[in-house]
């Protein structure tokens, strides 16, 4: 799922594509196709009613991209886990297995894909600034606020850490992926309970998540330029544990573990962030109950003896 820094990306492109970032009036929308009868999740207003509208912002709320028109008409999109965003020429054909929907504008059309057969992307059509702060899920702004803004927001609730950066209720913007790397940058478990964080931790954790998304957003946007971005992915090279299970730790050279749950999986250091304890898979270890491994050492150990 794009994160706040693929949204943030997005956005860029968006106000330069749509001329809101350039000092000219912003496009006016042209037309609106919609291919899956599964993106647009609202009624009323119609998004036909912002035909002929000029965008005057593009914004991201959480993990959502917002389209201002100047007739108080804003488009919410979510891409969710597979949905991702093109630019083509006007008026070009939506992919036919992928394509979802586009708007088409004078420079460019923007064109919904989601690669998935469970069609999530939505697309919210609503009208004033009181209807749109309905979509807001109430997290603050992880770059906005200062250490103690961002520490009483994480201990308001008692989560585990993985749960807590991860609540759009909580910090906004943050999902799968950013958690793994932030948790990994300031080396804490995703199971350490909010309430136990000493005041240290706390402030490793807050520099770490400062860190982490800043650096993430400026190689972001030094990788694409000027061009729209076409490799929005929760899975990169460079990034330290997460999607790296079984692979070397950058730090230590130990093997990157996972939790898997749902459809998602949180990967970790277990010699940086756990002192070397496994957490409970819970794929395997409802299965293993009592001979599941405790330490990165026993895993180890077993599977040298299960070797021929």
């Known amino acids: 799922m794009p994160e706040l820094p693929d949204i943030e990306l997005y956005v860029h492109a968006l106000k330069q594509s749509l001329g809101v970032e350039t000092g000219r009036s912003g496009e006016t929308l042209l037309g609106i196709r919609l291919s899956s009868p599964f993106l647009l999740r609202s009624v009323s207003p119609s998004p036909n009613d912002a035909i002929g509208a000029r965008v005057v912002g593009v914004e991201r709320l959480g993990k959502r991209i917002v389209i201002a028109f100047d007739n ?30 586009a708007l088409d504008f004078a420079p460019g059309s923007l064109i919904l894909t989601e690669a998935s057969k469970k069609k999530r992307a939505s697309l919210y059509v609503v009208e004033g600034r009181d ?18 803004a961002f520490a009483a927001a994480i201990t308001e609730r008692n989560h585990t850490l993985k749960r807590a950066l991860t609540d759009p209720r909580i910090l906004s913007g943050i999902g799968n992926a950013y958690s793994d790397e932030i948790l990994y940058a300031a080396k804490l478990s995703p199971v ?37 971005p ?79």
């Open 72 to 101: 108080q008409l804003f488009f919410v999109f979510h891409l969710m886990i597979a949905g991702r965003l093109r630019w083509g020429a006007s008026g070009q054909a939506i992919p036919k297995r992928l394509g979802a929907g």
């Open 192 to 228: 350490r309970w909010t309430s136990r964080l000493t005041d240290e931790e706390l402030t490793r954790l807050y520099q770490a998540t400062q860190e982490t998304l800043r650096r993430w957003l400026e190689r972001l946007r030094e990788e694409t330029g000027d061009k729209f």
């Open 230 to 308: 076409e490799k929005v992915t929760a899975f990169r090279p460079d990034m330290a544990v997460h999607g790296k299970y079984g692979k070397p730790c950058p730090a230590c050279g130990s093997p990157v573990q996972r939790i898997a749950y749902a459809d998602n999986e949180t990967n970790y250091c277990a010699t940086c962030q756990t002192g070397g304890k496994l957490l409970a898979d819970r794929s395997l270890s409802r299965l293993l109950k009592g001979d599941w491994p405790r330490t990165l050492e026993e895993l180890e150990k077993r599977r040298a003896e299960s070797e021929p």
């Open 131 to 148: 209807a749109l702060a309905e979509h807001h899920r109430g997290g603050v702004e992880p770059l906005e606020i200062s250490r103690d």
